[in-house]
């Protein structure tokens, strides 16, 4: 069965940093393209951020650019998000997603992680 | 970046009722559209991808069609389960982007 669990959010002061995980199993890890797609509260969806299988390709929404990274070990089957220069307005549940194939994004989700940024 | 309107923002229905979401793209994306179901409390569910495919397990009454900058999302006779709000994606190009969001709820 194919599990994604997020991990990592809280409360964090404008300016700060978090880093959230996301442990995957029951895939083969190493060969999917994995997102980051986040949700402020009584808001719509917002991707954040895609990296490719080998991590070779990486893109980021404008929004985040700059601030964000995205990062994966495929040896521990985990995907990353380091979230630098927090702001208020990035206060939004995070759920990592997985990308089947070219064409069928997001067919697996995590349960997603709440990141608030708050003073 | 790769502007999606949905239509209408929200809808109150019946069960039964057949139900229709529009999605627009602001250039043409070919078929590269998904549709997602967001529960409150849970994280979305794929429906529908390129356009027209259905996703293994999604009951037959949900259905997609379109190509290049008009797409729609049928449910063909709403279920209790149904109610919920319905998100477009475009996956042709970054930034992937979502429309707003569709919801669906009891009249």
């Known amino acids: 069965e194919v599990q994604l669990v997020e991990s990592g959010g809280g409360l964090v002061k404008p300016g700060g940093s978090l880093r959230l995980s996301c442990a995957a199993s029951g895939f083969i890890f190493s060969s999917y393209t994995l997102n980051w797609v986040r949700q402020a509260p009584g808001k719509g969806l917002e991707w954040v951020s895609s990296?490719?299988?080998?991590?070779?390709?990486?893109y980021y929404a404008d929004s985040v650019k700059g601030r964000f990274t995205i990062s994966r070990d495929n040896a521990k089957n985990s995907l990353y998000l380091q979230m630098n220069s927090l702001r208020v307005e990035d206060t939004a549940v995070y759920y990592c997603?997985?990308?089947?194939?070219?064409?069928?994004?997001?067919?697996?989700w995590g349960q997603g992680t709440l990141v608030t940024v708050s003073s | 970046a790769i502007q999606m309107t949905q239509s209408p923002s929200s809808l109150s229905a019946s069960v039964g009722d057949r139900v229709t979401i529009t999605c627009r793209a602001s250039q043409g994306i070919r078929n590269a559209l998904g549709w997602y179901q967001q529960k409150p409390g849970k994280a979305p569910n794929l429906l529908i991808y390129?356009?027209?495919s259905l996703q293994s397990g999604v009951p037959s009454r949900f259905s997609g069609s379109g190509s290049g900058t008009d797409f729609t999302l049928t449910i063909s006779g709403l279920h209790p389960e149904d109610f919920a709000t319905y998100y477009c994606?475009?996956?042709?190009?970054?930034?992937?982007?979502f429309g707003p969001g569709t919801k669906v709820d009891i009249k």
């Open positions: 390129a356009a027209s």
């Open positions: 997603a997985r990308d089947l194939v070219a064409g069928i994004p997001f067919d697996y």
């Open positions: 994606l475009q996956d042709y190009n970054y930034p992937r982007t």
């Open positions: 990296i490719s299988s080998g991590s070779t390709y990486i």
